[in-house]
């Protein structure tokens, strides 16, 4: 786990989609849900995002929105590593593993990444070492690249 430090708040987060204690609390509560809710609360995560970008750090947090990115990407083709993650970091990971792909909220997932993980963007502020900061871009990379080519 890396040092974090990110608008008036210091904690320990990993530079992996499902690395941070906010995307393990979202994990919890996605697996909470029945399996053919969970795409729905990925949607409505999603959109949320989007509609609300001002709430940033006061309702939701770049971790969220990665972890949230991430377990859509898992879905498509070339999320296989990541579904290896999540098992992982996941007492159950059956528990969180969407029941179907979801290639319709490719577009949502990667405009929502692009808002906390674009160039300059919150996820990327705040990392303490230069290695930290190279690991967090290659997670935005790799996720960024699976969720545009399902785009394509």
Same mark, same amino acid.
Request: charged share 20%; net charge negative; aromatic share 8%.
């Given at each position: 786990?890396a040092?974090?430090?990110g608008e008036g708040d210091?904690g320990t ?5 499902f690395?941070s ?8 509560e996605?697996a909470e849900r029945p ?11 999603l ?5 609300n970008?001002g709430l $940033?750090w006061?309702e ?5 929105v990665?972890a949230?990115? +991430? ?5 498509? !083709? =070339?999320?296989?590593?990541l579904q290896?993650?999540?098992s ?5 990971p059956?528990a969180v593993? $969407? ?6 909220l ?5 405009? +929502?990444l692009?808002?906390v993980?674009g !160039? =300059?963007g919150?996820?990327h502020?705040g990392?303490?070492t230069e ?8 997670t935005?990379?790799?996720l960024t690249?699976?969720?545009?080519a399902?785009?394509s």
């Open positions: 786990m040092a974090y430090r210091v987060f990993g530079t992996g989609p690395s204690d906010g995307a393990l609390d979202f994990l919890d996605l399996p053919q809710q969970r795409v729905e609360a990925l949607r409505h995560m959109g949320y995002v989007l509609a970008r $940033l006061r939701y947090f770049p971790d969220q990665v949230t990115a +991430a377990l859509v990407a898992t879905t498509l !083709p =070339g999320g296989e590593q290896h993650r999540l992982q970091v996941s007492d159950e059956s593993i $969407l029941p179907e792909p979801v290639p319709d490719a577009t949502s997932a990667l405009d +929502a692009h808002f993980a !160039p =300059g919150p996820w502020q990392w303490t290695t930290d900061q190279a690991e967090a871009q290659q935005i990379d790799g690249a699976i969720l545009e399902a785009n």
